[in-house]
Every structure is written in C-alpha cells, then in structure tokens.
C-alpha cells in the first residue's frame, strides 16, 4: 500500500462525488471488519455471564464493576493511544489491538475453570482490563482513519459502520445465549475470539500506512471549549444507558420477565436493530445537513430520556412490568440512541477546526481518544453505579436514573443552543448597524464632478 503524508501532512483523496476509489473501499471494509468483531466480543456476555457470575458467589455490586472496569481501561487506553497515534502508527495499533483484544476473549472462556469468589472475580478484572487496551487502541485508530480517509463525509461513513457496530450488538448476544446453553460457558468466547482474530491479517494486508507529523495540540485545550464539553456529555449518557443495559437488563428479564437466557440475547436485539438499521439515514442526514446535528442531538436524548422511564417502568406510574412495554422501549432506546450517537463525531471534529485546530491524523487522533474516553467513561459509570442501584432499590429506579440523565443531557443542549443563535443574531446586527455607519453621506467626489459637467 502506499503510504499518505498528513496535511500539516497531505490528504489522501477525498471522497467529493459518489464513487470511491480502491484505498476508501478497503477502509471500509476493515473497518466494518474492525465493528463488527469488536462488537459481537464485547456483547456476548449480556445474556449469561452475570447469572453465571452470580452462581459464583459474586453480588451484582460487583459483576457491574467487572463489566464497568473494561470501559475504565478503555477509558485511559483511548487519551494516552488517542494523544500518541502518530508516534505509534495508526494501522499498527489497530492490528495489535485487535490481535490482544481477540487473545484475551479466548481466555476469557476458560475462567470458569476457576475456584469461586476471590479468584475468579481477580482474573475476570485482569482479563477484561488487558482486552480493554486492545480494544481501545483498534477503536481509537479506526475513528481516526475513517476520519483521515472520508474527510468530508465522516458521518455517512460512520453510520454506514454502525451498520457492522448493530449487527455485531444482535448477533452477540442470541449467539453467546444459545452457544452457552448448547456447549456451556467456554464455547462463546473461543468462537468469538477467533472469529476477532481473523481480522488481523485481512487489516495487516488492505489497510493503508500513514506517516504523519505530530501536533502540540492536547485534550486540555480541546476540553477548554464549553460545546466539545456539552457533546462529551452527551457521548457519555449514551454509553452509560448502553452499560447499564449489559449489565442489568438480564437479570431483570430473567426474574420479572421469566425469561431464558436465549430468550435474553433476542430481547437485546430489540435494542441493537433499530440503532443498526437506522444508522445509515442518520449518516447521510448529518452530512447533508450539518446545521441539523444539534437538533438530532436534542430530539434524541429527549426520546432516550422517556424510553428509560417507561423500560421498567418507572415505580410512580403504576405500570406494571411486561414483556411488550419492555420490547418498545427498548426498541425507542436503539433508534433514539442512533438519532444521538451518529451526529457527535463529526460535529466534534467540526468544533475542533473551528477552534483552529489543524486538519491532520494528529487532530483526529485526539478527537477520536477523547470520544472513545468519554464514550468508556459512561460505560464505566452506568454497569457500576447502574448495578448498585439496581442492587440498593431496583431496576425501575436504575434505569429512571439513566433516563433523567439523557434529559439532563439535551436540556443543557437547548440552553446552550438557544444562547448561540441569541449571540449571533446580536453580533450580525451589530456587524450590519457598523457597515451602516460606515456607508458614505455623500457621493464620491469624482461621481459629483461627472454629475456637474
């Protein structure tokens, strides 16, 4: 492959008109390859681990914790990969992370073996801390490269891979549940992780190379900018919902709902589905028009925000839990979270220019790793404090938690938003009233003088 300089470094071409060329073609199939293994490793689990942690005598305090310390290390895995990617190489950190991350699924599978309690619960972190890093640096770099290589339609080509992200999330867990209760507990994660590592070499062959010029730029004064902050926040309630949702959903499903564990990996695909399918509409949407991504932001979390209060439902409406209210707002949830999730990155890269960073991979190293950080932080945040509430009241409550959170999220939005268009209209009025000042009185001299002769 050829290797591309950045601009600071040049640019590869440009995706302008609607046919791609080899290089963006190949990208996308690696990325695609990247999503989707990822995704179907990472949602195996919901169906039967936390059931089958709690047969070891671990409490739901702590399976949130487990499921929570992978988004922590993913979470400091993305700033520090995410500041340094020019210096490590884009294309060799998405080929070792996915060669660590699909190692560390197998072995996964084999801690059933263990005794229970203490050892068991030490191994479960250490494993899913290491899978983590992996994870973050394959991530981290391919937002950056999809970034690098489709610079002018990053959002249409983000839904097209939240296609692969859906697919991943609805094969992973009716896939995990039916391999767990037809082969037990260690099939899942050796398939799967083979399945991973068969990305390593089709990405070692067809993914380009970049050499790159590295930035004084840093996530200070990236996070110095109220409304990469506000998006930052968003990100983070989105991927807090999502957490929370591993971590918890299948015990409730299973003691309210009466559930199986198969049963539990098809209830998630009312979730996975609508994000999935409606994900490319949303790309195109945002790319065509721009101006329109803050208020997909808004409409989504509002619609989030009322999907989580009604999952349970929330204890003051006097709802009873049932299986068809759970399937809809579920199914809410996933097409809210897209409408969400698919305008943040590229209106972050947006600001970032804006604020006068360079257009350069470093740049996009550094969007990308605050937005797989913050994304990890919320998956951190909503397994772990999702779990103790959960385990402290209920899941209604929990997920009530959740949804005040997304309110809060797009009110903050519409505030900010409102205050921006009030300062611009009042800063072109004033630019217009100024250049009214500055009209001349009187004609030009040379004008009179024509007028007189």
């Known amino acids: 492959m050829e290797n591309h300089e950045d601009r600071g470094d040049s640019s590869p071409s440009q995706t302008t008109g609607a046919k791609m060329s080899r290089q963006q073609i190949l990208t996308v199939i690696a990325m695609a390859s990247i999503n989707f293994g990822s995704m179907i490793c990472y949602s195996i689990l919901g169906p039967f681990f936390p059931n089958e942690a709690k047969k070891k005598g671990v409490s739901q305090a702590m399976i949130g914790l487990i499921f929570g310390i992978y988004a922590l290390c993913t979470l400091v895995g993305s700033l520090i990969l995410g500041k340094y990617i020019v210096q490590i190489g884009a294309k060799f950190m998405i080929v070792a992370g996915l060669f660590l991350s699909s190692g560390c699924t197998v072995l996964f599978g084999f801690l059933d073996r263990v005794s229970d ?20 640096a394959a991530i981290t770099s391919s937002f950056a490269v999809s970034a690098k290589i489709f610079p ?23 896939l995990g549940g039916w391999l767990y209760q037809a082969f037990g507990y260690e099939i899942p994660f050796v398939f799967t992780g083979c399945l991973l590592f068969a990305t390593v070499p089709l990405n070692m062959w ?3 190379s970049f050499d790159a010029v590295p930035s004084q730029n840093s996530f200070l004064r990236l996070c110095t900018r109220i409304k990469i902050l506000l998006i930052c926040f968003v990100v ?13 959903l299948s015990i409730f499903a299973i003691e309210k709902l009466k559930l199986s564990a198969g049963s ?18 949303f790309g195109v949407i ?4 721009p101006s329109f991504r803050k208020w997909m932001m808004v409409i989504g979390g509002m619609a989030t925000a009322v999907s989580f209060c009604f999952l349970g439902p929330l204890p003051f409406f006097h709802i009873r839990s049932q299986l068809w209210l759970t399937v809809l707002m579920l199914v809410i949830v996933g097409f809210s979270l897209c409408m969400t999730c698919i305008p943040t990155f590229a209106e972050m890269i947006a600001c970032a220019h804006e604020y006068g960073f360079e257009e350069s991979l470093s740049t996009l190293g550094l969007v990308s790793g605050l937005f797989s950080a913050v994304w990890s932080a919320g998956m951190f945040f909503g397994p772990t404090i ?17 949804g005040a959170l997304a309110f809060l999220a797009a009110l903050l939005q519409v505030i900010y938003f409102t205050i921006e268009d009030i300062q611009k209209k009042s800063k072109n009025a004033n630019q217009n009233e100024i250049s009214g000042e500055k009209s001349p009185l009187l004609p030009k001299t040379d004008d009179l003088r024509a007028d007189i002769s």
């Open 117 to 136: 309690g203490t050892v068991f619960i030490a191994l479960c972190f250490i494993t899913r801390s290491i899978n983590a890093v992996g994870f973050s």
């Open 152 to 174: 002018d339609n990053i959002a249409t080509v983000l839904g097209f891979m939240e296609i692969f992200t859906g697919l991943g999330l609805i094969l992973g867990p009716p």
């Open 206 to 208: 067809i993914l380009p």
């Open 236 to 248: 983070f309630t989105m991927s807090s919902g999502l957490g929370f949702l591993d971590a918890t």
């Open 264 to 281: 539990v990996g098809l209830l998630m695909i009312g979730l996975s589905l609508p994000y999935g399918a409606a994900s490319p509409i």
């Open 286 to 289: 945002s790319d065509k028009y």
């Open 386 to 402: 999702g779990g103790y509430i959960t385990e402290a009241l209920n899941f209604e409550w929990s997920a009530g938690v959740q």
